[in-house]
């Protein structure tokens, strides 16, 4: 099924034909009409009878035609020349020569040394992290990185530490209250469990609010989602542990805490209030830059429920703390109680993975990361990755266990990982780093190998990560709607074919695929998702349906259920104690009243982290990633719209393009990620943008657990650059 069918016509003027397939720029996973003639996408739109999305579609899945047709994009892999060239090679010598050196890396340094990164091109197809998972264990090799380690990976996290709540917290459906933390999902149709997903946003969010539901959002900018808000929070950056302890602290004080279900499922609760006593509303509302009226209200209005959850996004998961914030965000829905009780239906059907017991009752705490060890910082692997944040340290570090090799699937780490001169230096530093992109990024302009993938709309594919998160059992498969365009491979394809050469397997769930004779995506595809709530096959003939009658039904906690939560582990509650008498510890030494400004990440409409900044329909000549800043501020400064400002942190100098915007917090600058390109110095900044990961440093205030890199909140100072006459 891997090559799609096409209607040939005789006719010149050839009628399109018209498909059903869903897009897959980013995880929202929208379901899509795509007119093709002549194998050639020329439209996309939405599907207006969907029951979830209602024809929902966004500006970036829009230009899926242009992306198709670029004429820049590279259709065949490329190999470097000696002078630092490209030279078009065809997959099979390419494959050839990277397993050859695969295998002299593995005979010299052992399999540890190869690694691989899979970034957000790759995790839109739903088998390129399963593939890469499984060429590391053929291997043997624990490298295995992809760009969850660097985007909120304490979620996952938090509820080890604190213990779970085995049927999951409430749904968003039905709630009566939600706060949103530092996410913004009008933008980047992106929210945590419980929180207004990427389905058609903008309506479902006007229907909750005209049935009564009260949102809370706590971003230091006035965001498209803050404009629903009840009450909107205009936190001070990187301050989000100190408001939430001060809303515990408000709502024990208050009594305001589910006493029944803390009696019987939570532990440690004088603890947890003897650590959230110093919090008071003064002192917290004094760090936040916040009115004290609002943030008990705030509470108050949260604590009033009955139903909802608080969640967060990547602006206080990108901060420094985001443990601790998340730890704090997750007491805070428990001492409300806000699980799904016995009997509840979950909203969404879970129907790409295993059935998993649902009972209403606490998984026992565990410790968080218990992985092998990083060879940086102490820091160790969790669920089954290495923390990216330390790939740098791992290539440039000597030692047994160096990084010797690097496949990158469909990322941008030269300007989306932290620390950007390092991360330049440990791509210049390996032997081999080979690239599976379509454009030539600036990570791509490092490659020994460039590898050209299929795009979206030339695979078979299940909407693997929205699978958590639809508000209804609902799935959707495609088969590829166009034939491949050029010798373009799978990401899958890369990684079967280097471990076939290899000698290797790919152990996926449902087992390795025969190593001799290429497999389809479809046999990978089955493998991947084995055993799967709802079979796949089903799932095939089964599109865009929703199943009410799949929602997963809560069952009764086992008799004698012992396991509690435990709201506070000593680490957590030591760092809790350092928040009031150390400001986040971002850069250690570094004198915060030299670095005034915090400056923040957000997502743009029009592109996906540097996905789309190539298309001139989206990144507009002229707009890359301006330096937001409040008119006052900009005043202040002597800085004029469009002027460029020099933003300097403890660790590298910047250079943005201002642009006045009132919804930012004064002291705030806003600004996206993954622009600039591979110089150090921004001359060209005007037309490439800023790499703000130049900003920060690998090994100062980095969390303790998950190695996050401070890549929000940070501490800098601001003025007008000089322009050279
Ligand atoms: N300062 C700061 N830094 C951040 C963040 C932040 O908020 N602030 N956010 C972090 C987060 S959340 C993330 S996820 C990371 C993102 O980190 P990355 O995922 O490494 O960065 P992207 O820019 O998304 O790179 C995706 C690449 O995939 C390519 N691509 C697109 N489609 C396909 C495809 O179908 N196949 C293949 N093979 N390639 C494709 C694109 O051309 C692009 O080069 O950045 C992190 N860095
Ligand atoms: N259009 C578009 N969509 C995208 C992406 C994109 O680049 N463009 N990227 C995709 C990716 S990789 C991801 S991970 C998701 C992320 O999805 P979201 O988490 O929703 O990302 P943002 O829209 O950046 O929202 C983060 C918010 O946090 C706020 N913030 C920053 N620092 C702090 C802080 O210290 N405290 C608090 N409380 N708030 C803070 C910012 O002002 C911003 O409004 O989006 C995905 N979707
Ligand atoms: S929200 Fe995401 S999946 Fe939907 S159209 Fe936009 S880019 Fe595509
Ligand atoms: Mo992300």
Known sequence: MEHASTTTTTNAAAEPQTKTTFCRVCHASCPMEVDVVDNRVIAVRGVIDDPLFEGYTCIKGRQIPDQMADPNRIRGPLRRRPDGTFEAVGSPEALDEIAAELRRIIDTYGPRAVASYTGTGGYQNSVAVPAARAFHQGLDSVSFYTSV?????????????????????????????????????????YAPIGGLQGTNPFVVMRRRKAEGMKLIVIDPRRTELAGFADIHLQIRPGEDPTLLAGMIRIVLEEGLQDHEFCERWVDQMDELAAAVEPFTLDVVAERCQLDPDDIVAAARMFAAGPKGTAGTGTGPNMASRSSLTEHLVVVLNTVLGRVNREGDLLENGLLLYPETPLRAQVTAPRSPANGPPSRIRDLRGYRGEMPTAALAEEILTPGEGRVRALIVSGGNPAVAFPDQELTLEALADLELLVVIDYRMTPTAELADYVIAPTLALERADVPHLMDRWFRQPYTNYTEPVVERDGDVLNEWEVFWELASRLGSTLPLPGGSPDMSARPSTDEIIDRSYAGSRMPLDEVRANQRVVHPHLRPVVQAADEGATAKFTPAPDDLMAELATVLTEAPSVFAGADPAEFPFRLVSRRLKHVLNSTGTELPGLARKGTTNPAYMHPDDLVELGLGAGDLVEIRSPRAVVTGVAEPADDVKRGVISMAHSWGGRALTDEKVRDIGTPTSRLVSADAGHDPVTGMVVSSAIPVAVRKAEVPA
């Open 149 to 189: 380690t660097i985007d909120q990976p304490a979620k996952g996290l938090a509820g080890l530490r604190l213990g779970g709540w085995e049927a999951g917290y409430q749904n968003f459906t039905d709630s009566d209250v939600h706060m949103a933390i530092g996410y913004n999902s009008m933008v980047s149709s």
